[in-house]
């Protein structure tokens, strides 16, 4: 079964930082989701990745699938405040199409 | 469009009593998913229903089971709750099985 592994597992960053989190995969990304969650409540759909070398960009927020290394990262440029929370990279795959979901990144903004 | 709403929000339960959670997906979506979300197992994949019927199932005891309506609501219930259950109770809608999750905020369900 596919694993993903994202690192770091925290992050504290002062406000206006730029900030890198990653996903790498244990078996090749046909495609990726990058999904924001506030502590308790629902995930928020960010992106979605569906072949390599392709990069999304959402307002500060930009990410990338870099097929060859089975990795995709997400870059935060000038981060805030609003952007606190736990990121969660999640492939779907497998004959069943069942999502797999990275552990998460919990990300500090101090402002 | 208004997005997926769960009822209710919060639960509190005794252990061996039973509930059911319910999910409205957004108008148009036929699947639906549930997950259970706790700090030491982090998300894990409860089923998938798409047009009524059940596609995918996680591995959780058979104490879990859902239903999806022809209208697309989708309902799960526990019965025999454990403490062990306590858990966020996430419901997820997309297009098709294949599509785009869209996630609910929600049931925070805590057993005693």
């Known amino acids: 079964s596919q694993e993903l592994e994202q690192s770091p597992q925290s992050l504290i960053v002062q406000e206006g930082k730029n900030l890198t989190i990653n996903c790498t995969s244990s078996k090749t990304l046909y495609g990726l989701y990058w999904y924001k969650q506030k502590y308790g409540e629902g995930l928020i759909f960010l992106m979605m990745l569906q072949k390599g070398g392709e990069e999304k960009s959402h307002e500060k927020i930009t990410a990338k699938l870099d097929e060859k290394k089975q990795q995709s990262s997400l870059h935060i440029t000038a981060s805030q405040p609003s952007h606190a929370g736990i990121y969660l990279c999640?492939?779907?795959?497998?004959?069943?199409?069942?999502?797999?979901f990275g552990k998460g990144t919990l990300l500090t903004v101090n402002p | 469009k208004a997005g997926v709403t769960q009822t209710p929000r919060y639960l509190i339960k005794t252990r061996g009593q039973q509930v059911t959670l319910s999910c409205s997906p957004i108008s148009g979506h036929r699947s639906v998913s549930w997950y259970q979300q706790t700090p030491g197992q982090g998300l894990q994949f409860l089923f998938e229903?798409?047009?009524?019927?059940?596609?995918n199932k996680g591995n959780f005891p058979g104490r879990f089971s859902g239903r999806q309506f022809s209208n697309s609501r989708s309902e799960m219930n526990v019965s025999t709750l454990e403490l062990g259950d306590s858990a966020l109770y996430l419901c997820?809608?997309?297009?098709?099985?294949?599509?785009?999750?869209?996630f609910g905020p929600g049931t925070r369900l805590t057993v005693l």
């Open positions: 999640i492939v779907r795959g497998g004959s069943n199409y069942k999502l797999t």
């Open positions: 997820a809608s997309s297009l098709g099985d294949t599509d785009t999750q869209y």
């Open positions: 229903y798409f047009s009524e019927t059940q596609r």
